[in-house]
């Protein structure tokens, strides 16, 4: 338990009501969206970056682990607190501290919704492009920190890609200011980009400056309806073979299909649609129809049913609804979702999925699968009741065998959400010895006693 002195030493740092060490609120930063729940000792709630930095170097002299946190949207462990430490919520940081339309950036604390963000670039003709589906309430400090991404990654890239500079606090309390306010810059090593993706165990992330781009000034939609997973991922590799850049390209298995029908979305589709594909082109308005055309040439091939565009604001406005609902909507077919989030090359995916299926019906096990086939990243749900022993063994049976396929297809674990707690063990089948042990003295670098966020990223 937290001693007595530290408390008092927090306490006097942030002021008594921004401390919390009642049985409620621990309770309530006990998880985040993985199953799993950790207590923590207390829960900070710090509203600047000084009061972070004393935080921090509180815990330092204490020895007391610290676990970041932004909404607790993450889906591998993340923010899950490790036993024995203390949350730092950054839900108290949350001022947008400069817009400059002009260089097309803005810097902002790492508690603002990632969706906040956009808005306001829009308001001057900007957008902010990195587009989870967690947008509404993820916070930009877990985004930088996993480096999340979304539908338009496929065009423009994830969150890394929009980063000029950072200001964090390090393990032992430093500040380190990162990168630059211009788009161009190679003084020094790239920490900006270290940073990013390293999932709160390098620093505390407390100022991002982010990169801006001129808002697109139309979007057009398809809905690609296919007779089965493999016309609609041949179609995915034709579109990403040809030289209009679709702007989304997300892939939806039939039980990805099934879980959006109490949405509606789904109602007018062709019998005998097996898998679906949205496909987005964005431009100026002029030229949309000639990236449409180009887009629906490449889609057109064997096993497709139907290629429907002309949706009004609300219809798409619909359909994306439906598809940010899946991730909620497949816990009607079980109670848990063994949630991975792997890459293959765009080629290889039609012959992955056809694995995925058949590794499932293997261990009997329902798995459904959806994602941004543009970039090759599939979200595989295995589905399954926690209760059942048997289950959760075959589950975890099923599990290896596709994390060793996506690596044998010279794929990755994961591709937004991290590795946290829940991919630890996979680690070292992508990650050398020699260069994993490189990565742990970076992390020693930045954090001599290894409190932040300890139990995370590496293996045991
Ligand atoms: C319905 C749903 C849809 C989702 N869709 C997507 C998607 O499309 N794409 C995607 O990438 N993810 C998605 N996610 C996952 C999740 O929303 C993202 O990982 C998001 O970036 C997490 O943000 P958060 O604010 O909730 O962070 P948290 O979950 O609170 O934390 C995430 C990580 O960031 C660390 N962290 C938080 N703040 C800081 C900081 N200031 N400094 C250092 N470390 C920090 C935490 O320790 C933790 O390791 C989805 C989740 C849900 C529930």
Redesign the pocket.
Known sequence: MLSDRALAAFRSALGAERVFDDAATRALYAC??TPRRVEPDAVLFPTSHDE?AAVVRIAFEHRIAL??????????????PSPGSVV???EC?RRVLEFDPANRLIVVE??V??EEIDRLARGAGLFYP??????A???????????????RAVKYG??RDYVLGLR?VTGDGREIRTGCRTTKGVTGYDLTRL?VG?????????EATLKLLPAPEAVATLRVCFAGNHSALDAVGRVMHQSVMPCALEFMDHRAIDAIRPTGAADDLPPGTRALLMVEADGATADLPRQIAALEAALAGDGLLETKSGFTRDDITRLWAAR?????AVKQIAPLKINE?VVVPVSELAGFVDFIDHTANAHRLAVVSFG?AGNGNLHVNLMVHPDDADEMERAHLALDAIMLRVLSLGGTLS????I?TEKRRFVPREIDPVTLDLMRAIKRQFDPHGL??PG??FPD
């Open positions: 985040d969206e972070v676990t970041p946190r932004g909404a607790g949207s993450g889906n591998v462990g993340g923010a899950l730092v919520s950054f940081m790492p508690g919704v990632t990195p587009d989870p589906g967690s947008s309430y993820c916070r930009i400090g877990g985004n930088l920190a996993m480096n999340a991404a979304g539908p994830v969150t964090a940073l390293s999932g709160g165990t390098l620093a505390l992330i407390t940010k609902s899946l991730s909620h989030d941004h591709g937004e959400h991290g946290g932040l966020n995370k990223l």
